[in-house]
């Protein structure tokens, strides 16, 4: 009588428990129109959306993403920084992050990995109007550049100035937050602005109706990798193949999307009520295109990456102090969950 009880008593524990887990599952997983089962997925951006971002939206507008059993999410993010950490932490699935903030990340403790840098030529750039004759890197001598303190830009700045033959003293970097930096050269308060060729540049251009000229670290001298697809410890070890299927997929996007830019940015339509016009977008996708390869991958599928490139971008940031104790490439790029050339 006892042990019937004892049973009797566990039948409903057991039910909680399976309705538990359905819910559980429920929780993570979604049906397609067809019928098919997808992975909840939620991706966070570095920031909001802007007109890189053009091959997520297109990707899931095209089934991209359902087609390798992904129901996706795309979220706004604050920063690099901030988005290596949320997704360090399990607050997001998967993060889009830039590369600097991915190894300093790493180098304070942080749970992440890199599945592939997707822009492997450096955006950095000083960005200036045209009529201030900014041409070559001699040019910046006396002059008055808005950057902002502890950033990725700012810390290569002097790299890049010793590479072609300056000093930083030779510039006047004037701290500005990053989001009063293009008020900063609009306004005449600065010559220019290290920013991102891929980003600022074309607002600039838009607000003030003038041509903008950009002074790229990549065409003097200085490289790195850029912006690329991250995963937490939970991620890459809980759920499965997730993590490889999401890459192939985010890789897929960009090359449709690199077929199609037109259509692609028309794919942003909605996406943010911050979301740049239409033609800045269209500006800013056409200038990612140019980012996405360096030597050893041409030819090679997006974010497609080398060994010898992520030791080059490991070894220009540690010599920016931005990390203190460089570590092997395996401990910041999961090449077995990444894109096979």
């Given at each position: 009588m006892h042990a019937r009880r004892l049973l009797t008593g566990l039948v409903p524990l057991a039910l909680v428990a399976a309705t538990a887990t359905a819910c559980g599952d429920d929780e993570k997983t979604s049906v397609s129109d067809s019928g098919k089962r997808l992975d909840k997925v939620t991706l966070t951006l570095n920031w909001y959306p802007y007109g890189e971002h053009a091959p997520f939206y297109y990707g899931k507008k095209q089934k991209i993403f359902e087609e390798h059993g992904i129901d996706l999410e795309i979220r706004a993010g604050q920063g690099s920084q901030k988005t290596v950490q949320a997704t360090g932490a399990g607050r997001t699935d998967f993060g889009w992050a830039?590369?600097?903030?991915?190894?300093?990340?790493?180098?304070?403790?942080?749970?992440?990995?890199?599945?592939?840098?997707?822009?492997?030529?450096?955006?950095?750039?000083?960005?200036?109007?045209?009529?201030?004759?900014?041409?070559?890197?001699?040019?910046?001598?006396?002059?008055?550049?808005?950057?902002?303190?502890?950033?990725?830009?700012?810390?290569?700045?002097?790299?890049?100035?010793?590479?072609?033959?300056?000093?930083?003293?030779?510039?006047?970097?004037?701290?500005?937050?990053?989001?009063?930096?293009?008020?900063?050269?609009?306004?005449?308060?600065?010559?220019?602005?290290?920013?991102?060729?891929?980003?600022q540049g074309p607002t600039m251009r838009s607000k003030a109706k003038k041509d903008v000229s950009y002074l790229r670290f990549s065409e003097h001298g200085l490289n790195f990798y850029s912006n690329g697809l991250i995963a937490g410890a939970k991620t890459l070890r809980g759920r499965g193949d997730l993590a490889e299927r999401m890459t192939q997929a985010v890789s897929e996007a960009w090359a449709a999307a690199e077929k199609k830019p037109g259509p692609a940015v028309a794919a942003m339509e909605g996406a943010s009520g911050q979301l740049p016009p239409k033609d800045v977008l269209s500006e800013q996708f056409r200038t990612t295109l140019t980012l996405l390869h360096t030597d050893a991958t041409k030819g090679k599928v997006p974010g497609a990456n080398t060994e010898a490139d992520w030791k080059q971008t490991i070894d220009v940031f540690a010599e920016a102090g931005m990390v203190k104790n460089p570590k092997s490439v395996t401990e910041y790029w999961d090449s077995v969950k990444g894109i096979e050339g």
């Amino acid at each position: 009588m006892h042990a019937r009880r004892l049973l009797t008593g566990l039948v409903p524990l057991a039910l909680v428990a399976a309705t538990a887990t359905a819910c559980g599952d429920d929780e993570k997983t979604s049906v397609s129109d067809s019928g098919k089962r997808l992975d909840k997925v939620t991706l966070t951006l570095n920031w909001y959306p802007y007109g890189e971002h053009a091959p997520f939206y297109y990707g899931k507008k095209q089934k991209i993403f359902e087609e390798h059993g992904i129901d996706l999410e795309i979220r706004a993010g604050q920063g690099s920084q901030k988005t290596v950490q949320a997704t360090g932490a399990g607050r997001t699935d998967f993060g889009w992050a830039d590369t600097p903030a991915v190894l300093a990340g790493v180098d304070q403790g942080v749970k992440v990995k890199s599945l592939g840098v997707f822009l492997q030529t450096t955006p950095a750039s000083v960005q200036s109007f045209a009529a201030e004759g900014i041409a070559a890197p001699d040019d910046l001598k006396g002059r008055t550049v808005a950057g902002t303190a502890g950033d990725a830009l700012t810390k290569t700045f002097p790299i890049f100035l010793e590479k072609n033959g300056m000093d930083v003293s030779d510039v006047e970097i004037q701290n500005t937050d990053p989001a009063g930096k293009i008020a900063a050269v609009i306004s005449g308060k600065t010559d220019g602005l290290l920013g991102y060729a891929s980003d600022q540049g074309p607002t600039m251009r838009s607000k003030a109706k003038k041509d903008v000229s950009y002074l790229r670290f990549s065409e003097h001298g200085l490289n790195f990798y850029s912006n690329g697809l991250i995963a937490g410890a939970k991620t890459l070890r809980g759920r499965g193949d997730l993590a490889e299927r999401m890459t192939q997929a985010v890789s897929e996007a960009w090359a449709a999307a690199e077929k199609k830019p037109g259509p692609a940015v028309a794919a942003m339509e909605g996406a943010s009520g911050q979301l740049p016009p239409k033609d800045v977008l269209s500006e800013q996708f056409r200038t990612t295109l140019t980012l996405l390869h360096t030597d050893a991958t041409k030819g090679k599928v997006p974010g497609a990456n080398t060994e010898a490139d992520w030791k080059q971008t490991i070894d220009v940031f540690a010599e920016a102090g931005m990390v203190k104790n460089p570590k092997s490439v395996t401990e910041y790029w999961d090449s077995v969950k990444g894109i096979e050339g």
